[in-house]
């Protein structure tokens, strides 16, 4: 049921008024479930260290929150003894800062010391140092899980999101492409040996996705790799990662490979927007990449 529906509806006022209350005490939180995949599949711990790198508004560093705290589901979070309390906490960051407002107001309700937001660009975000008991003096942090959640055209939003049927343009991916990719590489070199890193767009485009992935596990030169989460959640609908793709230049021209891109273009479209080689997309796996399916109801909005 959307807010929409909610707010016009005198019968449902005494409802909406009820969730309000609700999610204002964090009792109740909504969310999509394509919003709840990632950081599901981050598989969170009570002593890990989690970097959300693009977190507002704030509804996934809130489920990273709820997973931290997931040893007593049986008190809240305020009534929890000291001995209870994790080990682990999330640092959330987000560029914007109006949006870090966002998520101040979305993480606040549930009351957890384990919740540090911060203010920066993600692309060179900065290190973390703590006191080490053992060694007697500060260490980088490494942490343990990683979700970048990157900016994105948001073509696959399209069902729902009418502004972007205004704005939307093919080359909206290309144009985010390198700011992508330089997220996960500054996500990379964060995260702990033998840590988990989630990567997630809301884009089909392969461009946003399969390109940024292999590029950036091609230069790792097998630091990282692609796990296979077949056996995760196994009841959604998913498909797997596509091989081959090609790129569109602004001014409507397909292009299969880079050595086919002249070089008034080359400025714009790069080699790590195309395909890797059939070699090196089968050593990568990118067949254990997935794309959630969304069933769409109804017509397309008008405009």
Request: glycine letters at 6%.
């Given at each position: ?15 909406h008024?009820f969730?309000?209350?609700e ?27 989690v970097l ?8 996934k560093?809130a ?6 705290h ?13 001995s ?8 959330a ?19 957890s ?5 911060t203010?920066?660009?993600?692309t ?50 290309t144009?985010?492409h ?14 702990a040996?033998?840590?988990?890193l ?5 884009s ?8 940024v992935?292999?590029s ?22 998913r ?14 021209q397909w ?13 714009h479209l ?20 997935y ?13």
């Open positions: 049921m959307s807010r929409k529906t909610l707010r016009k509806s005198s019968r449902l006022s005494q409802f008024q969730l309000i209350s999610t204002e005490q964090g009792n109740i939180s909504r969310q999509e479930t394509v919003s709840l995949v990632p950081p599901l599949l981050l598989d969170v711990k009570p002593h890990h260290k959300d790198m693009c977190a507002a508004p704030g509804s560093t489920q990273i929150i709820e997973f931290l997931a040893q007593d589901n049986s008190a809240p979070v305020d009534q929890l003894s000291s209870a309390m994790p080990s682990g906490f999330v640092v960051n987000d560029k914007d800062n109006k949006r870090c407002y966002m998520l101040v107001h979305q993480t606040k309700r549930l009351l010391p384990c919740c540090i937001i203010n920066e660009d993600a060179i975000f900065p290190n973390f140092y703590l006191e080490s008991a053992t060694v007697g003096r500060k260490q980088k942090v490494q942490f343990d899980r990683i979700l970048c959640d990157v900016p994105c055209s948001g073509d696959g939003t399209l069902r729902k999101n009418l502004v972007l049927w205004k704005r939307w343009v093919p080359t909206l991916g144009q985010m390198k700011l992508q990719q330089r997220i996960l590489c500054r996500g990379i070199e964060m995260l040996v033998g840590g988990r989630v990567y997630s767009t809301c089909l485009n392969p461009v946003e996705n399969e390109a992935v292999a950036v596990l091609k230069m790792s030169q097998g630091a990282m790799e692609l796990l296979d989460i077949s056996g995760e959640l196994t009841e959604l609908k498909s797997g990662g596509v091989h081959m793709w090609k790129v569109m230049s602004k001014s409507g292009f299969s490979s880079y050595s086919d891109v002249p070089d008034s273009l080359k400025s790069l080699p790590s927007m195309f395909p890797l080689s059939s070699d090196d997309s089968t050593s990568y796996h990118l067949d254990r990449w794309k959630l399916k969304v069933t769409l109801l109804g017509p397309p909005p008008r405009i």
